[in-house]
């Protein structure tokens, strides 16, 4: 099986304005959204929009520099043993690993590589046991 595409992701300095933004073009979040750091919709087709906090992309990856612009695509994997697969396929490639295949305290196994241009692109599946 393929990886499917599954979710466009964006980085806000003010969650509360984005949020504000984006439900008046429709889109519906939880009446509390604007107190978390990570917040998703999902649209026609199951694609999901996420939304993260500069804060909370930092407490991930130290080196995120908030007011940069930042996106990605993430790709639904099968299992965690796909995301390693893929993963080491890119790399083999010769697209450079952002971040090595690890179980997520979120419940997913992830890894994240660079495309040609340069944009991050994840790699993840739902994890069982993340153990």
């Not at 500069?54 to 994997?77: E, I, M, N, T, V």
Request: charged share 20%; proline share 8%.
């Amino acid at each position: 099986m393929a990886p499917t595409f599954n979710a466009i992701g964006l980085a806000v300095a003010d969650l509360t304005a984005s949020l504000s933004f984006y439900r008046r073009l429709g889109l519906e979040f939880p009446a509390d959204a604007e107190r978390e750091t990570h917040v998703e919709a999902t649209v026609a087709g199951g694609i999901r929009l996420m939304w993260d906090t500069d804060a909370s992309l930092q407490s991930l990856d130290p080196d995120y520099q908030p007011g940069r612009s930042f996106g990605g695509w993430a790709f639904l994997c099968a299992d965690a043993a796909e995301v390693d697969r893929v993963h080491a396929d890119l790399l083999a490639a010769g697209h450079p690993s952002v971040k090595a295949p690890w179980n997520a305290p979120w419940g997913q196994r992830y890894a994240q590589v660079r495309d040609p241009d340069g944009y991050v692109v994840d790699l993840f599946a739902w994890n069982p046991s993340p153990e």
